[in-house]
């Protein structure tokens, strides 16, 4: 359950940051990761596969 | 504030308040949950959950993908006609050591996250390697999901959308 609040608590500071850089028209952090994800495309593929592949195994069992 | 800018913002919003309620739930939930709760070994959410799962997972992707697509880059570019020489040296200096920083700085996230992402993984495998006593992390995901399951659909819908939103780039130019 802590795992979870710490992964919770991070997500939302990422979002909060977010969305003020937002509004101050600043580069904002989805524009840094995107620019980062396109620089290196093997390895954000690479993630949001393993992302997908870990959520199938945890709820998918037809 | 753009039609661009308040969609973005509001559906970074909507996912913030997705994990909050999921926060809250967690921390007033967890002392109420006995170990009943979950078997030795927690199956995965049955029909027709599972099916909600994914399809709410794939259609989070999909929109925060899809509103990645959409969001206004104008800043961005024009910081990065800035750092292309059109200020002047000074500025371009200045802007050049200001992007040094930031670049560090994501590098820095990037490298811990994928890290500890190594690291749980790592743990899976012993985990399942081991056996009892030692849960893998599926075990306490399945165990979350029969005991929260609307909290847990919140939270991997709100996840994907993140990493539709984050990850799965637009194809776009920029200047050269």
């Not at chain 1, 940051?17 to 990761?33: H, N």
């Not at chain 1, 390895?43 to 199938?56: D, E, F, R, T, Y």
């Amino acid at each position: 359950m802590s795992l979870a609040l710490l992964v919770i608590v991070v997500l939302l500071a990422l979002i909060l940051l977010d969305v003020r850089a937002e509004l101050t028209g600043r580069r904002t952090i989805g524009q840094r990761i995107q620019r980062w994800a396109r620089r290196y495309v093997v390895m954000s593929s690479g993630i949001v596969l393993v992302l997908g592949a870990l959520l199938a195994h945890f709820f998918w069992q037809p | 504030m753009t039609a661009r800018k308040a969609v973005s913002v509001g559906g970074l919003l909507t996912a913030a308040a997705l994990l909050s309620l999921c926060g809250v739930s967690i921390v007033i939930a967890n002392p109420l949950l006995g170990v009943g709760a979950c078997d030795t070994t927690p199956k995965a959410v049955g029909w027709p959950l599972w099916a909600a799962f994914v399809s709410a997972g794939v259609a989070a992707f999909c929109f925060g993908s899809l509103l990645g697509h959409w969001r206004d880059f104008v800043s961005e570019l024009k910081e990065e006609e800035e750092s292309l020489g059109r200020a002047t040296a000074d500025a371009a200096e200045r802007i050049d050591e200001r992007h040094r920083r930031r670049a560090r700085t994501v590098r820095l996230f990037l490298a811990v996250t994928l890290t500890l992402l190594t690291g749980l993984l790592a743990y899976e495998t012993w985990a399942l390697w081991v056996g009892p006593p030692w849960w893998p992390i599926t075990d306490f995901v399945r165990c979350a999901s029969n005991a929260f399951t609307w909290q847990t659909l919140f939270a991997s819908t709100a996840l994907l959308f993140l990493a539709g939103h984050w990850l799965w780039h637009p194809v776009r130019r920029v200047p050269t």
